[in-house]
């Protein structure tokens, strides 16, 4: 039963004096829990308690609703009872260098481990040399030199002695020492005084050289063996030296690391490769340059080898480490590699290895925003495969997109243990659950945040506690309880709903923060409901534009919406035109033609291809009941087209079905309807009027259309009763329904909307089909059937000719509507 509502119906008042303080002041600012989201609070703490694989949590849910400041409040208290995890340090791996080793030490102990591997080193290069340049050690080498010199000359005296005797001697060449024949005064035989000698003595000649060669020969490598003899007893000098620098800083080292086998192991790798590399540090002779004229930088000798990076070190973690990546590209959440260029080249090493977010969030927690995520090129699937593999594994994407490969580290995979939040549009997370095979293996929590709550006493208080906390943060006026009020009913707005509540508090801070400014402005020491509804009707202002534009064309007469008067076959529908920002109201003119013929009802905007499957559904569900109520004794004859007039957009949803419904009848019975009315509201097959969406808009819209042309009292809209539910009106159209300046019908059914437009009865079908005289429908169904009536053939004519002129008349109607 169609009824007029009262004001007290069209809007949801919040009293002031129910809570019970003068100012914000007065109140005990709470922990800041997060308000309204018992369910996604509860989803998160089951997510983050369980350890096994894959339950990673995907908080959803609309912008503004806290998705992030409840993520990072629960991760915070979780956090704070963990212990602070591992650090992590890659080192030299001495037995493959391409591939760094990865180590874990306790907390805070990888610093203090590169700090000692520093220490070591700057030690041993003073301390190294210092033993090399000692007399001991000077003494030992001249002894082990000075006899194999001595042994080197007794060797040769004996050979040099028996080649004299034989009339030769040792002489140097080229190629090393050689026995040459000489004469009695010790000078060389040349060849010419060779060749005058007779043929006896030079046989003889020839035979003594080549044994005294032989000789030779056989002494020589006598020598080169205890010439590396000589060598191994100068490095095991060396070594043994070295080792008394070096052994005793190591072993220091090792009984301050003995618990970690990985350490020892590498203390010991580097001790034998600074007694393999002991020349590295002894003073350096400077080189000469390679091209003449040209100083080169002087080349140090390297001892990165040695030093330790620590590529995560939690020496100031209170617990688990939480990390909120900003911007997760690959390398920032993977690591990365870096390079340094010398002379055109391109060089690393594995100090140069740097921690990602998985590095740093390790042992601990790391939220991530969705959308950023996807963003990022190989991001995605670089977190699912250290997600599945357990790992976090450095490795240069771009390799497989080059044409040649390089060469370069590959350091050794560090295992992860990491709960991961990904927070996101609810658009995003279901779209990834759909189209992606591993994400529901991945992140098996859904945390979903809603955009609104129950409408409580506990919900309002909190309401106020919230706004008192963003006073007391940002250090702004503070709200007396008619400002807290204001800014409970704005939440409600916001809801779209008088039992519910918005919990989008981004929103809510916002107009916090622009009624202050109000109120700072007016020269005021409290926040006032005057200044948070200043505050609300400013920030309209800014945004409403277009509104303004489309309002004036109407006042022009350019767009035509009637508001007064009636009219047959025309009708003032609502629809609501969402700018991203800011939505509001249009009125628009809806009109429908009937003429004789066996088309039905052609949606002409279909026919153009303006309109969507919602709408298209609607015009046949219009079409459907039309059908139920005129064509129970015979099919219906007629041919009717309806459109939106002046529009030049597409047009989507099924609101203005019951605005079609009414346009459709009034032409057809020729009964003028009310323009003064603007309707909203869906139907079904049974002629049940059904909810729609942008109620408060679509009001709003209407009325302002009127307030600028004058509001008589005949003004109104006709909404669906299951709509009252989302009435959350402004206080002026709340002040003039209260007037009796504008009027809001609510209807159950179809019919109830038509009888206020016509001004008459709809009529109801008695028991054989027919409809009462002197009623709505009974003057459709009169029509109806006069319609029939002319289409039937008359006598003579051919069934097939009727048949031929009705496609064609329903061809033309088509061609009319495209």
Request: net charge negative; glycine share 8%.
């Amino acid at each position: 039963m169609a009824r007029v509502l009262g004001s007290d119906e069209i809007f949801r008042k919040c009293d002031p004096a129910f809570f019970g303080f003068d100012n914000t002041d007065d109140l005990v600012i709470h922990d800041g829990a997060t308000i309204g989201q018992d369910k996604a609070i509860s989803a998160i703490d089951f997510g983050l308690s369980l350890s096994s694989e894959g339950f990673n949590i995907f908080a959803l849910g609309e912008s503004g609703t806290g998705k992030m400041r409840a993520v990072k409040l629960l991760i915070a208290e979780r956090a704070a009872e963990q212990k602070a995890p591992s650090d992590w340090c890659y080192i030299y791996n001495f037995k493959d260098p391409d591939a760094p080793s990865a180590i874990s030490i306790e907390p805070g102990r990888g610093v203090e481990l590169q700090k000692d591997m520093d220490d070591l080193v700057r030690s041993l290069r003073v301390e190294i040399p210092k033993a090399f340049e000692s007399k001991d050690y000077e003494r030992q080498r001249g002894l082990i030199i000075d006899e194999f010199q001595k042994r080197q000359k007794e060797l040769f005296t004996g050979l040099e002695e028996e080649a004299l005797a034989k009339g030769f001697a040792l002489r140097k060449a080229p190629t090393g020492l050689v026995i040459v024949p000489v004469k009695k005064a010790g000078e060389p035989l040349t060849e010419e005084e060779f060749s005058e000698l007779d043929e006896a003595t030079r046989s003889e000649i020839d035979k003594l050289g080549k044994d005294l060669q032989e000789k030779l020969d056989d002494l020589t490598r006598v020598v080169k063996s205890e010439e590396k003899g000589i060598k191994e007893q100068l490095i095991s000098l060396d070594r043994q030296i070295g080792l008394g620098a070096v052994g005793y800083f190591i072993e220091e080292l090792r009984e301050k690391y003995s618990k970690h086998e990985t350490i020892l192991a590498y203390l010991d790798a580097v001790k034998e490769d600074m007694l393999s590399h002991l020349d590295d540090f002894k003073p350096q002779d400077e080189q000469p340059a390679p091209i003449p004229f040209i100083k080169m930088p002087k080349q140090e000798v390297s001892f990165a080898r040695y030093s330790v990076n620590v590529i995560v070190n939690n020496s100031d973690c209170k617990g688990a480490p939480i990390i909120i990546e900003s911007n997760p590209t690959y390398l920032n959440i993977s690591g990365r590699i870096e390079y340094k260029m010398q002379y055109g080249f391109a060089s690393t090493d594995f100090t140069m290895i740097r921690a990602g977010s998985l590095h740093k969030a390790n042992g601990g927690y790391l939220v991530i925003n969705a959308l950023d995520l996807l963003k990022n090129i190989f991001a995605y699937d670089g977190l699912k495969r250290a997600i599945k593999n357990r790992e976090i594994k450095l490795e240069d994407v771009w390799e497989q997109y080059r044409l040649v490969s390089s060469s370069t580290l590959k350091p050794e995979a560090i295992p992860l243990d990491v709960k991961i939040v990904l927070v996101g549009h609810p658009y995003i997370y279901y779209m990834l659950y759909n189209l992606d095979p591993d994400y529901k293996d991945l992140f098996k929590v859904k945390a979903d945040f809603d955009s609104m709550m129950e409408l409580t006493d506990e919900a309002v208080k909190k309401y106020a506690y919230f706004v008192a906390a963003c006073q007391a943060e940002e250090k702004l006026l503070p709200f007396d309880s008619t400002g807290v009020a204001r800014v409970v009913e704005y939440g409600v707005r916001l809801a779209g709903h008088q039992k519910k509540i918005s919990t989008r508090f981004s929103d809510i801070s916002d107009l916090v923060r622009e009624s202050h400014y109000w109120a700072k402005k007016a020269g005021a020491i409290l926040i006032t409901g005057e200044h948070v509804t200043r505050a609300v009707s400013e920030k309209v202002l800014r945004s409403n534009r277009i509104e303004e534009k489309l309002r004036e064309l109407m006042i022009e007469d350019v767009l035509i919406v009637d508001t007064s008067g009636s009219k047959p076959g025309q009708v003032n529908g609502l629809a609501v035109l969402d700018m991203g920002d800011y939505s509001f109201g249009k009125p628009s003119r809806i009109t429908a033609s009937t003429y004789m013929g066996r088309s039905g009802v052609v949606n002409i905007e279909r026919e153009t291809k303006m309109s969507g499957k919602i709408h298209e559904k609607a015009i046949m569900i219009l079409s459907s009941y039309l059908g139920s109520r005129f064509a129970q004794k015979k099919p219906l004859s007629l041919s009717a087209s309806i459109t939106f007039e002046q529009l030049y957009e597409m047009v989507e949803g099924d609101s203005a079905t019951c605005a079609e419904y009414y346009a459709l009848i009034s032409s057809i019975s020729g009964v003028s309807l009310k323009q003064s009315f603007a309707v909203t509201g869906s139907m079904d097959q049974n002629g049940d009027v059904q909810p729609i969406g942008g109620v408060n808009e679509k009001i709003e819209g209407f009325f302002d259309l009127c307030r600028l042309r004058g509001l008589d009292g005949m003004q109104g809209v006709i909404i669906p009763r299951r709509n009252i539910i989302n009435l959350m009106l402004r206080h002026d159209v709340v002040e003039a329904v209260r007037e009796n300046k504008f009027v809001i019908h609510a209807i159950d059914r179809v019919e109830e909307g038509l009888e206020i437009l016509a001004g008459m009865p709809a009529g109801q079908m008695n028991s054989i089909g027919d409809y009462p005289e002197g009623t709505l429908y009974g003057l459709v169904a009169q029509r109806l059937h006069k319609m029939s009536e002319a289409l039937k053939p008359k006598k003579g004519e051919d069934k097939n000719s009727s048949d031929e002129d009705d496609a064609k008349q329903k061809s033309g109607d088509q061609e009319k509507g495209a």
